[in-house]
T-cell receptor, first 115, second 111 residues
Framework: DVKVTQSSRYLVKRTGEKVFLECVQDMDHENMFWYRQDPGLGLRLIYFSYDVKMKEKGDIPEGYSVSREKKERFSLILESASTNQTSMYLC??????????????FGQGTRLTVV | KQEVTQIPAALSVPEGENLVLNCSFTDSAIYNLQWFRQDPGKGLTSLLLIQSSQREQTSGRLNASLDKSSGRSTLYIAASQPGDSATYLCAVGGGGNKLTFGTGTQLKVEL
């Protein structure tokens, strides 16, 4: 059974803290993604990665960075957490088969509250 | 920029009813379209993936169709059950396997 695992279901952090959200997938997927989900705004792409040590900005990268040192792990970093980063964060992974993109698999989400 | 719209935003039906959820997108140059289900406070569960060259996909009581030229997809749920209650999200796959999501249809199936 395919699996994308996020390190925490719930996190509470203080304003100004550096926050690490971890995501691990066991499917040997090339592509990994970080989204945030907010009521009325839907899911928005923060960063994504096609391969180890590669990263690309999504639609809302400001205030975030990412790290992908190993193929199975993709970390999202909030350099200095702010209250407007309170959100549900979702990690996803996908791959290619015979040149076609496969379905994306999502983790269970991390509900981050910044106080 | 791709925009994805889902109508209706919320839907309540009695158990056993067949129903259709709609998804429309503005840019027809897509690679695929994926339907997801999300239960409250949880992550997304993939339901169906339709490649751009396909017209429909079926899985159990679910059938998804794709009409690229008109920028539309529908998710048909047959014989709905209370366990189908969830938010259903449509996502359009563009370059780089990036997905652009709609804001979802919240479905409630009542006994």
């Amino acid at each position: 059974d395919v699996k994308v695992t996020q390190s925490s279901r719930y996190l509470v952090k203080r304003t100004g803290e550096k926050v690490f959200l971890e995501c691990v997938q066991d499917m040997d997927h090339e592509n990994m993604f970080w989204y945030r989900q907010d009521p009325g705004l839907g899911l928005r792409l923060i960063y994504f990665s096609y391969d180890v040590k590669m990263k690309e900005k999504g639609d809302i990268p400001e205030g975030y960075s990412v790290s992908r040192e190993k193929k199975e792990r993709f970390s999202l970093i909030l350099e200095s957490a702010s209250t407007n980063q309170t959100s549900m964060y979702l990690c996803a992974s996908s791959s290619y088969i015979r040149g076609r993109q496969t379905e994306a698999f999502f983790g269970q989400g991390t509900r981050l509250t910044v106080v | 920029k791709q925009e994805v719209t889902q109508i209706p935003a919320a839907l309540s039906v009695p158990e056993g009813e067949n129903l259709v959820l709609n998804c429309s997108f503005t840019d027809s140059a897509i690679y695929n379209l994926q339907w997801f289900r999300q239960d409250p406070g949880k992550g997304l569960t993939s339901l169906l993936l339709i490649q751009s060259s396909q017209r429909e996909q079926t899985s159990g009581r679910l059938n998804a169709s794709l009409d690229k030229s008109s920028g539309r997809s529908t998710l048909y749920i047959a014989a709905s059950q209370p366990g189908d209650s969830a938010t259903y999200l449509c996502a359009v796959g563009g370059g780089g396997n990036k997905l652009t999501f709609g804001t979802g249809t919240q479905l409630k199936v009542e006994l």
